[in-house]
């Protein structure tokens, strides 16, 4: 149904202007995503007169409506849709619908759940999201979570809330693990949360790109010597690059023998727990101090859900919790958190609705079959990719990512150079949209699949993209497998 056109809508909507305004933007939106998988992958043409238009100061008396919908919709064409179904670059965010419509609901209702009393039972379904998420990790009852807006605000706060159990007020010689290939987030949390920049250490890793524990307890131990005062752990269960997952029980038992807390950055990897294979190489997690989810990711949610979950809830709650006689009238319910004590925010969204809504609708075994048919997708494009002349697949992905780059054998005078070649054409498709990265010195490119839109028809025109490329970039002189 298209919204009457009129201008300047009250403030105070009646019954029939909420419909047809939400019913202009579900209109909208049905479109959109009837039209993702035939929409190229990347837009860039014509940028000009839209941000000219996005750019305008609000008008005294409003517009119409259509018209702001026709600007919104044209602009999200542009740029690359991250969670189309061709777009296999950094970590896709598939974004359900189902999600969308949930949180158009929490904003309209616009309740308080900072303060579990404002809005008991809404505070009540967030909580319950987050039992959830501690309960595939086997995180017992006191542990306490919050959902945040990302993985990055995540590790922040796992960050605050473990330098503040294990260092008090003073940083000084304060020192962080982290392999080389975990998230960046890590160190910019570290920063963020006052530690200098030498308080970050990175830990080598082996050959397939896991944290080397043995190098870890050395670090630890130099450390140590010297003085400093190491604090904190972090392993990764998924890493960016290629989806590498650290060897958890080994980092967790030096990380008890050395008085370290522990975080795990599951970000990526978090929710394949959910698949019985992803349980299954995912084992360690459970013995974290905190871990950080990320619902944007592999809860297929729209940006701007992440989680922290930590085991000792009482050390999150310490680390963040504030007196304020502004706030004296609002009692502790008991039983329901009050999230403003677990995070930095005090006022904050409704989180909870745009993840329970969607799992509580399709159910837990909808999202399961996503995440096994990206595991499945993975290992087809790691077979096939290691097919085609020119380039190599060093690494069998464990979660979704897949690394490939040019060969040095390839007859190319400069593969990593190529392999940048390679990723411009591939994308010029416009039908598949991948990432590169830099792994141990060597160009690589990127094929990542967490994408609920995404089947094995695309992968296979994704591949034969890939393989038309790489033959058009290193020719005949490509003859090695
Ligand atoms: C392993 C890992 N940690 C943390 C992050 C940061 O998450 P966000 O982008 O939600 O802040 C990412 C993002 O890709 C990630 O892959």
């Given at each position: 149904m298209a919204?009457?056109d009129?201008?300047?809508?009250?403030?105070?909507?009646?019954?029939a202007?909420?419909e047809?305004?939400?019913?202009?933007v579900?209109?909208r939106?049905?479109?959109?995503?009837?039209?993702?998988?035939?929409?190229?992958t990347?837009?860039?043409?014509?940028?000009?007169?839209?941000?000219?238009?996005?750019?305008?100061?609000?008008?005294e008396?409003?517009?119409?409506l259509?018209?702001?919908?026709?600007l919104?919709?044209?602009?999200?064409?542009?740029?690359?849709?991250t969670?189309?179904?061709?777009?296999?670059?950094y970590?896709?965010?598939?974004?359900?619908?189902?999600?969308?419509?949930?949180?158009m609901?929490?904003?309209?209702l616009?309740?308080?759940t900072?303060?579990?009393?404002a809005a008991?039972?809404?505070?009540?379904?967030?909580?319950?999201?987050?039992?959830?998420?501690?309960?595939?990790?086997?995180?017992?009852?006191?542990?306490?979570?919050?959902?945040?807006?990302?993985?990055?605000?995540?590790?922040l706060?796992?960050?605050?809330?473990?330098?503040?159990?294990?260092?008090?007020?003073?940083?000084?010689?304060a020192?962080?693990?982290?392999s080389?290939?975990?998230h960046?987030?890590?160190?910019?949390?570290?920063?963020v949360?006052?530690?200098?920049?030498?308080?970050?250490?990175l830990?080598?890793?082996?050959?397939?790109?896991?944290?080397?524990p043995d190098?870890?307890?050395?670090?630890?131990a130099?450390?140590?010597?010297?003085?400093?005062r190491?604090?904190?752990?972090?392993?990764?269960?998924?890493?960016?690059?290629t989806g590498?997952?650290?060897?958890?029980?080994?980092?967790?038992?030096?990380?008890r023998?050395?008085g370290?807390?522990?975080h795990?950055?599951?970000?990526?990897?978090?929710?394949?727990?959910l698949?019985?294979?992803?349980?299954?190489?995912?084992?360690?997690?459970?013995?974290a101090?905190?871990?950080?989810?990320?619902?944007?990711?592999?809860?297929?949610l729209?940006?701007?859900t992440?989680?922290?979950?930590?085991?000792?809830?009482?050390?999150?709650r310490?680390?963040h919790?504030?007196?304020?006689?502004y706030?004296?009238?609002?009692t502790?319910?008991?039983?329901?958190?009050?999230?403003?004590?677990?995070?930095?925010?005090?006022?904050?969204?409704?989180?909870?609705?745009?993840?329970?809504?969607?799992?509580?609708?399709?159910?837990?075994?909808?999202?399961?079959?996503?995440?096994d048919?990206?595991?499945?997708?993975a290992g087809h494009?790691?077979?096939?990719?290691?097919?085609?002349?020119?380039?190599?697949?060093?690494w069998?992905?464990?979660?979704s990512?897949?690394?490939?780059?040019?060969?040095?054998d390839?007859g190319?005078?400069?593969?990593?150079?190529?392999?940048?070649?390679?990723?411009?054409?591939?994308?010029?498709?416009r039908?598949?949209?991948?990432?590169?990265t830099?792994?141990?010195?060597?160009?690589?490119?990127?094929?990542?699949?967490?994408?609920?839109?995404?089947?094995?028809?695309?992968?296979?025109?994704?591949?034969?993209?890939i393989?038309?490329?790489?033959?058009?970039?290193?020719?005949?002189r490509?003859g090695?497998?």
């Amino acid at each position: 149904m298209a919204a009457p056109d009129r201008r300047g809508w009250p403030l105070e909507l009646g019954p029939a202007d909420i419909e047809a305004l939400a019913g202009a933007v579900a209109a909208r939106l049905a479109a959109f995503e009837a039209g993702r998988a035939e929409a190229p992958t990347t837009d860039m043409e014509g940028l000009g007169p839209l941000l000219a238009a996005a750019a305008a100061p609000p008008p005294e008396a409003g517009r119409p409506l259509e018209d702001l919908l026709d600007l919104v919709m044209a602009g999200a064409a542009k740029g690359f849709d991250t969670g189309g179904p061709g777009f296999m670059a950094y970590v896709p965010s598939g974004g359900i619908v189902s999600s969308a419509v949930a949180e158009m609901l929490a904003l309209g209702l616009n309740r308080y759940t900072g303060i579990a009393a404002a809005a008991p039972v809404l505070a009540g379904i967030e909580a319950g999201v987050i039992d959830w998420c501690a309960g595939l990790f086997g995180l017992p009852g006191p542990s306490r979570g919050v959902l945040v807006s990302g993985g990055s605000i995540a590790n922040l706060t796992a960050t605050v809330t473990a330098r503040t159990r294990r260092l008090g007020d003073d940083l000084a010689g304060a020192r962080l693990y982290v392999s080389a290939q975990g998230h960046h987030s890590v160190a910019k949390a570290a920063r963020v949360a006052g530690l200098p920049r030498d308080a970050v250490r990175l830990v080598p890793v082996d050959r397939a790109l896991r944290m080397d524990p043995d190098a870890l307890a050395a670090m630890v131990a130099e450390d140590r010597r010297a003085g400093l005062r190491p604090f904190m752990a972090v392993g990764t269960c998924g890493t960016t690059n290629t989806g590498a997952l650290d060897p958890l029980p080994e980092i967790a038992a030096i990380c008890r023998g050395a008085g370290l807390w522990l975080h795990v950055d599951a970000a990526y990897g978090g929710f394949f727990r959910l698949t019985e294979r992803g349980r299954a190489r995912t084992g360690g997690v459970e013995a974290a101090d905190s871990i950080t989810l990320d619902p944007h990711k592999g809860l297929l949610l729209p940006y701007g859900t992440g989680c922290v979950l930590v085991r000792d809830g009482d050390a999150l709650r310490d680390a963040h919790r504030m007196d304020a006689t502004y706030l004296q009238d609002l009692t502790d319910l008991g039983g329901v958190p009050d999230f403003a004590d677990h995070s930095a925010e005090l006022s904050r969204e409704f989180r909870g609705l745009r993840a329970w809504l969607p799992l509580h609708l399709h159910g837990v075994a909808a999202f399961r079959a996503v995440l096994d048919e990206s595991l499945d997708l993975a290992g087809h494009v790691h077979d096939a990719l290691a097919q085609v002349p020119g380039l190599e697949v060093p690494w069998r992905p464990e979660l979704s990512a897949v690394g490939f780059r040019v060969r040095t054998d390839a007859g190319v005078a400069d593969p990593d150079a190529a392999g940048a070649r390679l990723l411009a054409r591939i994308n010029a498709s416009r039908r598949v949209f991948l990432s590169s990265t830099v792994i141990g010195g060597r160009y690589t490119l990127r094929v990542c699949l967490l994408v609920h839109r995404t089947h094995r028809d695309r992968v296979d025109e994704a591949v034969g993209i890939i393989r038309d490329a790489a033959r058009a970039e290193l020719g005949a002189r490509a003859g090695v497998g």
